[in-house]
């Protein structure tokens, strides 16, 4: 009788391990970190970015889009910086007070552009961030079209318009004879 009750115990002890054996072994999936939108995430020193992504239509321009979160107690001048077509290092600068908190890319905030980065969508764009003195970190932007509709609005404002200065003519004068 104790054979049986030890052996039907034992049967249960494998049977309970064989069934849940899976969450000792395997990792957890809720446990694993990942980017749930479009964009991704990164810190530098003090400043993190959230969400970070760049919208192209065309492939020429593109419209930074993202959360820029500085957690220092003094101003940063975050500098964002590309390859323009293949050759020419580009930099666009975003200024932040203590604890500012700015999401680009949203109507009524100013747009951080990418002038001429000839980055087609669907592919990524390598951008090295930076501020002062603190170490830089090279990053990979997924780049998108714009197109689906919860980001109407978001594609990168035209270049302005080169302004032209009128050159006065002077008037005439009356030369001694």
């Known amino acids: 009788m104790r054979r049986r009750i030890a052996a039907a115990a034992a049967l249960a002890a494998v049977l309970a391990l064989g069934t849940a054996g899976c969450t000792f072994i395997a990792p957890q999936a809720s446990l694993i970190k990942y980017n749930a939108s479009d964009g991704v995430d990164f810190n530098v020193g003090k400043v993190q970015v959230r969400n970070a992504f760049v919208i192209s239509p065309k492939g020429t321009d593109g419209n930074f889009v993202g959360v820029v979160i500085n957690t220092s107690k003094s101003n940063v001048t975050l500098e964002l910086q590309f390859t323009s077509h293949g050759s020419k290092s580009v930099t666009v600068e975003s200024k932040l007070t203590p604890g500012e908190v700015i ?75």
Do not use: C, I, W
């Open 103 to 177: 999401s680009y890319g949203n109507p009524g905030v100013k747009q951080l552009v990418f002038r001429n980065a000839g980055v087609k969508p669907g592919a990524l764009m390598k951008v090295f961030v930076q501020y002062g003195s603190e170490q830089g970190k090279n990053e990979v932007l997924p780049v998108l079209t714009g197109t689906q509709s919860y980001y109407n609005g978001l594609a990168p404002s035209p270049a302005p318009a080169p302004s032209s200065t009128a050159t006065p003519t002077p008037a005439p004068t009356d030369q001694p004879h």
